[in-house]
């Protein structure tokens, strides 16, 4: 009964692939984020978006593409893979204005 | 644009004494206040959140915090720290709707219990 899933929980690649990473929550909430986790531990928006509109695109390069199905997921596809994208991914989901729920992350690393 | 400061990126108690994590914040709305915690290789647990009823909001855990307004702080308080506190706690403050109720964080606080 997991409320926000994340796959895969550990990404490893090479410099220059495409990868994505799946976001699902059965919570039922209407607005989903991603948020970036640098290797200082320090946490940052990505994206949110609410009803499968985006809200929120906080300055990403557009080698990041959000995309939303539907309100359950919210995936994340990663094109051109850089050096400087190791990072831990959290998706999170709330209803709209209320409390965010975190998914348990995806380690990326590039190599 | 909101910010926040945590003070002190680790912190070491011993077990049993008291756990006081630091958190001021900046926002030209009325904040919306939150402390997370993160233990090692997973995601982030809610242990509180202020919304503007009472000013001393207590959490999960053992886990309170207070409100100052005059003092823009929402400092996190355990009277007795147990070895399980052992973790990464974030403070977040939440931008209003107009800025898509995006969470700022804090840069963290590393919490070290020593037996």
């Known amino acids: 009964d997991t409320a926000v899933s994340q796959t895969p929980k550990y990404l490893v690649t090479q410099m220059g692939n495409d990868k994505s990473i799946k976001c699902e929550q059965n919570?039922?909430?209407?607005?989903m984020y991603w948020y970036k986790q640098d290797s200082k531990k320090f946490l940052k928006i990505m994206f949110s978006y609410n009803n499968k509109e985006l809200i929120i695109n906080e300055t990403v390069p557009n080698r990041f593409s959000p995309k939303s199905p539907d309100k359950a997921h919210l995936n994340l596809h990663i094109n051109s893979l850089e050096l400087g994208d190791s990072a831990v991914y959290f998706c999170a989901s709330s209803q709209f204005t209320d409390t965010q729920y975190f998914g348990p992350g995806t380690r990326l690393t590039v190599l | 644009a909101q910010s926040v400061t945590q003070l002190g990126s680790h912190v070491s108690v011993s077990e049993g004494a008291l756990v006081l994590l630091r958190c001021n914040y900046s926002?030209?709305?009325?904040?919306?206040l939150f402390w997370y915690v993160q233990y090692p290789n997973q995601g982030l647990q809610l242990l509180l959140k202020y919304t503007s009823a009472a000013t001393l909001v207590k959490g999960i855990n053992g886990f309170e915090a207070e409100f100052k307004k005059s003092e823009t702080s929402f400092h996190l308080t355990k009277p007795s720290a147990h070895m399980s506190d052992a973790a990464e706690y974030f403070c977040a403050v939440r931008d209003g709707e107009a800025a898509g109720n995006k969470l700022t964080f804090g840069g963290g606080t590393r919490v070290l219990v020593k037996p």
């Open positions: 919570l039922g909430h209407d607005t």
């Open positions: 926002s030209s709305v009325p904040p919306y």
